[in-house]
């Protein structure tokens, strides 16, 4: 059965250094969102992709983060200058049409800011 | 903004002890309401999705009603296997794939 992926599955960092979290959305799907998990704490929303382009955004996604698609297949999420309050459970997602079409979540990457 | 409100908290049932969870909702226009169970350290693993009041789906040991202000996630004679956390998440009219997340309800099942 496809499934996301991400990679890596732990990544610690120095405060303000920038880090790269990667996804391997499933293969024919078009819509990608990313989630961050605070231990403890609710999923929250940060940003939707499609079509090379933002189509929704939160108020946590600022302009520390930035999303791409480099290639075909993958989808990043980048933090310019990581803060100790960016540590978390990063969740990329994906479906095939957008809208309610079922978001297939990936196993996450655990982000330690220290 | 749309808000999610999930009780209890925490569950703790005996197997075969069947119960209910609670996810309450306020949203402008509802777009869909899911729900999805995630195993610690693991990413959401999708279950239900519930577009209108009235409706219901069933997989296995498990049951999601919807009502307007509310949906109801029914588990018959859970057994240990069903421990998890279980999340609901709402998308409301203003959005095209935000999903809102209530805070979960941590089912533990003992043997």
Redesign the interface.
Known sequence: EPE?TQTPSHQVTQMGQEVILRCVPISNHL?F?W?RQILG?????LV?FYNNEI??K?EIFDDQFSVERPDGSNFTLKIRSTKLEDSAMY?C?S?LR???D???????T?LTVL | EDQVTQSPEALRLQEGESSSLNCSYTVSGLRGLFWYRQDPGKGPEFLFTLYSAGEEKEKERLKATLTKKESFLHITAPKPEDSATYLCAVQGGTSYGKLTFGQGTILTVHP
């Open positions: 996301v819509y969102y989630y704490q609710k999923v929250e929303f939707s189509s929704e939160s969740f997602a479906t957008g809208g309610t079922t978001q297939y979540f990936g196993p996450g655990r």
